[in-house]
């Protein structure tokens, strides 16, 4: 298994970012996917998920309305598009399958 992320960088606050998760070694289209992200000195947070049998997607309060999740089967890629990005966003962003984790790609909200 292996998940590999990307995209993450420096933006300003009210900016956007995708970042994408290029996922390998299991079956990627009956599969959930999520989004963890640890802040500098804090725990994990969970931000997103893909429910994959019902199709939908969940989101913790702090994102919901600015980030969305979302998938493309063929390329065994989820993505996380980030609106109106905020300074308290600041975070390493994982992507996580059934206690798999990729290497976190940084994303840095600040002016």
């Known amino acids: 298994v292996q998940l590999v992320e990307s995209g993450g960088g420096l933006v300003q606050p009210g900016g956007s970012l995708r970042l994408s998760c290029a996922a390998s070694g299991f079956t990627f289209s009956s599969s959930d996917m999520s989004w963890v992200r640890q802040a500098p000195g804090k725990g994990l947070e969970w931000v997103s998920s893909?429910?994959?049998?019902?199709?939908?997607?969940y989101y913790a309060e702090s994102v919901k309305g600015r980030f969305t999740i979302s998938r493309d089967t063929a390329k065994k890629t989820v993505y996380l598009q980030m609106n109106s990005l905020k300074p308290e966003d600041t975070a390493v962003y994982y992507c996580?399958?059934?206690?798999?984790w990729g290497q976190g790609t940084q994303v840095t909200v600040s002016s």
């Open positions: 893909f429910v994959s049998g019902i199709s939908s997607t």
């Open positions: 996580y399958w059934n206690a798999y």
